[in-house]
Nanobody, 114 residues
């Protein structure tokens, strides 16, 4: 499975971005998917997950602001990020969980600044 993220960029506080994670290869074998992020000097942290049954889970710091979804026809997962804050600045990584292991994208930079 290959994962390619897109949609990152520079945005002002309070604005929105939508990240995409396109899967190719053995995408039909994907179980859970999700997003992590890593800010400079900090550990990678879980942002949101979505399982094969479309159940979602969010970190407390994004609840009510971010929404994760997946389009099985397009083999793409999304992270809609609203009401962005400067502390959301990080590299965002998507992952896909298969029986063979966890696969990662290359990351996309999100910078929230005025």
């Amino acid at each position: 499975v290959q994962l390619v993220e897109s949609g990152g960029g520079l945005v002002q506080p309070g604005r929105s971005l939508r990240l995409s994670c396109a899967a190719s290869g053995s995408s039909f074998r994907i179980n859970d998917m999700g997003w992590y992020r890593q800010a400079p000097g900090k550990q990678r942290e879980l942002v949101a997950t979505i399982n094969s049954g479309e159940m979602t889970n969010y970190a407390e710091f994004v609840k009510g602001r971010f929404a994760i979804s997946r389009d099985r026809v397009k083999n793409t997962m999304y992270l809609q990020m609203d009401s962005l804050k400067p502390e959301d600045t990080a590299v965002y990584y998507c992952y896909a969980q298969l029986w063979t292991g966890r696969y990662w994208g290359q990351g996309t930079q999100v910078t929230v600044s005025s």
